[in-house]
């Protein structure tokens, strides 16, 4: 595992606005389900910019990742990656913003675990 790459994007959450600017490019880890009912659709995976998104973005990288290429930059399994950016389907999570991410990313640098549960308490 990578923490310091994994930490490094738990600082960069922290610097993030909560809620979405004016143009609608912001954090949203919204289920493709949800947007595809929405009608809003905005990215190929469904979500706007999840964590995935955001640390392609981050390490200057163009083409859409999945969680298997945050699995190899983080040197983590894929399974952690996937929960990272696959929150449980029975929660909703289109209410996650960048604290949780930060939260959720410290936590599990320091434990080797995925809870989003948890980074949700996060106010």
């Avoid at 990656?81 to 289109?94: D, Q, S, V």
Wanted: aromatic share 12%; glycine share 8%; hydrophobic share 35%.
């Amino acid at each position: 595992m990578n923490k310091e790459r994994i930490l490094e994007a738990a600082d960069k959450f922290a610097e993030l606005p909560d809620e979405n600017p004016e143009n609608g490019l912001g954090f949203d880890m919204r289920s493709y389900l949800d947007v595809f009912q929405q009608g809003d659709l905005k990215h190929g995976c469904g979500a706007v910019c999840c964590i995935t998104g955001w640390v392609q973005f981050w390490d200057g990288n163009r083409f859409d990742w999945t969680s298997r290429n945050l699995a190899e930059h983080w040197g983590i399994s894929h399974e952690d990656a996937w929960r990272i950016a696959h929150p449980n389907p029975e929660r909703c999570y289109k209410d996650a913003r960048p604290r949780h991410a930060e939260a959720l990313l410290r936590h599990f640098a320091e434990t080797g675990e995925v809870d989003w549960p948890l980074a949700m308490e996060t106010v």
